[in-house]
């Protein structure tokens, strides 16, 4: 299961959780809390290959769109297709029914060069 303790993240505010060679990943509980109230998440299509720091996703609310990055190269291979329905999922539990899609990485040495939580937390200060 990822937590916040033990995924890792980017500086542009996306976490990942890698188990084997997949990568969960979302907005960090900061992100949300900047982007205010989702009403919409344009989620990438499974089968795109994204390169780390690539747009491939947006996600909407009631005072902006947010570009959100893929932390780790590879292939799209599942959406979190609940935030279609409901996308406060992502206000509501970041790091829980809130993640955006899941990574088939195609090199995880990049996920080692992501920020560990405290690292990160001291970039957002």
Same mark, same amino acid.
């Given at each position: 299961?990822?937590?916040?303790?033990?995924?890792?993240?980017?500086?542009?505010?996306?976490?990942?959780?890698?188990?084997?060679?997949?990568?969960?990943?979302?907005? &960090?509980?900061?992100?949300?809390?900047?982007?205010?109230?989702?009403?919409?998440?344009?989620?990438?299509?499974?089968?795109?290959?994204?390169?780390?720091?690539?747009?491939?996703?947006?996600?909407?609310?009631?005072? &902006?769109?947010?570009?959100?990055?893929?932390?780790?190269?590879?292939?799209?291979?599942?959406?979190?297709?609940?935030?279609?329905?409901?996308? &406060?999922?992502?206000?509501?539990?970041?790091?829980?029914?809130?993640?955006?899609?899941?990574?088939?990485?195609?090199?995880?040495?990049?996920?080692?060069?992501?920020?560990?939580?405290?690292?990160?937390?001291?970039?957002?200060?």
């Amino acid at each position: 299961m990822h937590t916040a303790e033990n995924s890792k993240y980017s500086k542009t505010h996306e976490w990942a959780h890698l188990e084997g060679d997949i990568a969960t990943v979302g907005i &960090s509980e900061h992100a949300q809390q900047e982007i205010g109230d989702v009403v919409f998440v344009d989620l990438p299509k499974v089968g795109t290959q994204v390169t780390a720091g690539q747009n491939c996703c947006v996600i909407e609310s009631v005072k &902006s769109a947010s570009e959100i990055y893929a932390p780790l190269s590879g292939e799209i291979v599942e959406v979190n297709d609940a935030l279609t329905t409901d996308p &406060s999922l992502v206000n509501l539990h970041a790091h829980g029914e809130g993640w955006l899609f899941k990574i088939k990485a195609s090199a995880p040495a990049e996920y080692d060069a992501l920020l560990d939580l405290k690292a990160y937390q001291d970039t957002i200060k």
